[in-house]
């Protein structure tokens, strides 16, 4: 997936909830974009207590893994701690 189009759903106004699906079916649903950050590579942190000032962990996807990208109204499954999910 080329950048532009993977920060052409982060940048939306209004911001609108997405799913990252990669080759191998992992997602990655994306509810705010402070989330992410798109460089050569995509990175997504982890926050476990909402609000908090710092990360508790990060994964990072090459764009070449992503498959596509699915908007989502809610999300697939309850909210947990974390900000971001990861599904496998």
């Known amino acids: 997936m080329r950048p532009?189009?993977?920060?052409?759903?982060?940048?939306?106004?209004?911001?609108?909830p997405f799913r990252i699906v990669l080759n191998s079916g992992r997602t990655y649903e994306i509810l705010h974009r402070e989330i992410i950050s798109v460089g050569r590579d995509v990175f997504l942190y982890f926050y476990c207590t909402p609000g908090a000032e710092y990360f508790d962990r990060w994964?990072?996807?090459?764009?070449?893994?992503?498959?596509r990208i699915e908007q989502i109204d809610k999300?697939?499954?309850?909210?947990?701690?974390?900000?971001?999910?990861?599904?496998?």
């Open 4 to 16: 532009e189009t993977l920060m052409s759903h982060v940048r939306a106004l209004p911001a609108v």
């Open 59 to 67: 994964d990072t996807v090459s764009l070449l893994l992503i498959e």
């Open 75 to 88: 999300p697939s499954r309850p909210p947990r701690a974390e900000v971001a999910r990861s599904e496998e």
